[in-house]
């Protein structure tokens, strides 16, 4: 078992290396964690950089001491993976965004497309992107994930045409099994730049969404002989695509 993933602002370390994680961190370490001398923990921002630590001692019921031995930074993985996920019902976006962190997707754009029946709008729709990062933010540590997948702001039709026209590989996850596509699984992959995925909702990508789409020049693809739920075919593509391209070696 890899050690547990805690999130810091700063690796500032007083002398000797010695470093007082506290506040909602240091509370799940002493508390929940229950960590004792001698155990190895990683301390992260999310972004890359990371440090390797030795519990050293806890103070009450909220504070862990520990011995910075390291301070790294990971570099960004390539391809860079990034999937466009259509607003689901429900929780299933929050268990979208768990599963792609968990097998290592590196950026999550929700999309409103024309037939989600979810409607992010005002504060209603600020709340849910919210949760949707928390979910990236703790689905990361659980996953011992030192880089953690950025959650943008929730996008428009065109906006998701523009980024797949600048992708070095571009593909629309197609259910429409009478239409033009090729399978993701023998589609070929750059070996390092950006590759995007469109994930559509529960009703499909619309014939002009797709038109655009593939006017900005992405593939139209499919994953195998069956339909998967929107919540779960950007987890199975990313998956596919992590096995394929190398990282997962």
Known sequence: MTAPVFVVEHFDAGRGGRYVLDGPEGRHAVSVKRLQPGEEVVLTDGSGRYA?????????????????????????????????????????????????????????????????????????????????????????????????????????????????????????LHSDFEHDSEPLATAELPSEGEIVLVVGPEGGVSKDELALFEEAGARTCVLGPTVLRTSTAGTAAAALLLGRTGRWS
């Open 52 to 172: 390797v630590c030795d519990v050293i001692d806890t103070e009450g019921k909220d504070r862990l001491i520990v011995h910075m031995t390291s301070v790294s930074e990971e570099p960004p993985p390539q391809p860079r993976i990034t999937v466009v996920q259509a607003l689901p019902k429900g929780d299933r976006g929050e268990l979208a965004v768990e599963t792609m962190t968990e097998v290592g997707v590196d950026a999550i754009v929700p999309w409103q497309a024309a037939r989600c029946i979810t409607q992010w709008k005002g504060d209603r729709g600020l709340k849910a992107l919210g949760k949707w990062r928390a979910t990236a933010r703790e689905a990361g540590k659980q996953s011992r994930r030192v880089r953690f997948p950025q959650v943008a702001d929730a996008a428009t039709t065109k906006q998701v045409a523009a980024l797949l026209a600048n992708a070095d590989f571009a593909a629309v």
